[in-house]
């Protein structure tokens, strides 16, 4: 059961150097390119005004006026499904602190029901192989691993 607290909402400007927090602390490798520093901030401003202004979002979880979980929601338009919307999910993290206590599926429900609500015929994501817990918590809600993923990185 979440937090009686608990508010999931838009994230905004000054939302970001706690975003950039909690990515470092989910991140795989400490001190990869994921992780964010506080001159990077500049970057994520821009960033998030980008993301805001074509419809998709990074939402926060917000516990005791602190913020300890985030994700990014990202809508696009398939060719395939007659051209219909589909919503992937990016940059899931919540704290180590507020794990298993509901945080995370609050957060990912309403990333789900934002996505319903535009009208999106298909929700996805990807998790990193190493994450088993986090596979295990996706297949909770619903998700299920029917697609093998790749990645090639460019820079």
């Known amino acids: 059961m979440p937090p009686a ?10 939302d970001l150097a706690r975003a950039t927090e909690l990515i ?15 001159g990077d901030l500049p970057l994520y401003r821009a960033a998030l005004r980008e993301i805001d202004a074509t419809g998709g979002a990074v939402l926060v ?20 499904a007659r051209g219909g919307l589909c919503a992937e999910i ?4 919540v704290h180590p602190e507020h794990r298993s206590g509901g945080v995370g599926a609050a ?17 996805q994501l990807t998790s990193n192989v190493a994450r088993t817990d986090a596979h295990r918590f996706y297949e909770r809600l619903g998700f299920v691993p029917t697609h093998l993923g790749f990645k090639l990185l460019l820079s």
Do not use: K, N
């Open 5 to 14: 607290d608990l508010l999931i909402r838009r994230a905004t400007e000054a």
């Open 24 to 38: 470092a602390l989910g991140a795989i490798v400490p001190g990869s390119s994921a992780d964010g520093s506080p």
């Open 61 to 80: 979880a917000e516990v005791g006026g602190q913020v300890v979980g985030l994700c990014q929601l990202i809508v696009f338009r398939h060719l395939q």
């Open 90 to 93: 990016e940059s899931m993290h």
């Open 107 to 123: 957060l990912l429900t309403d990333a789900i029901e934002r996505a319903r609500t535009l009208g999106c015929y298909r929700v």
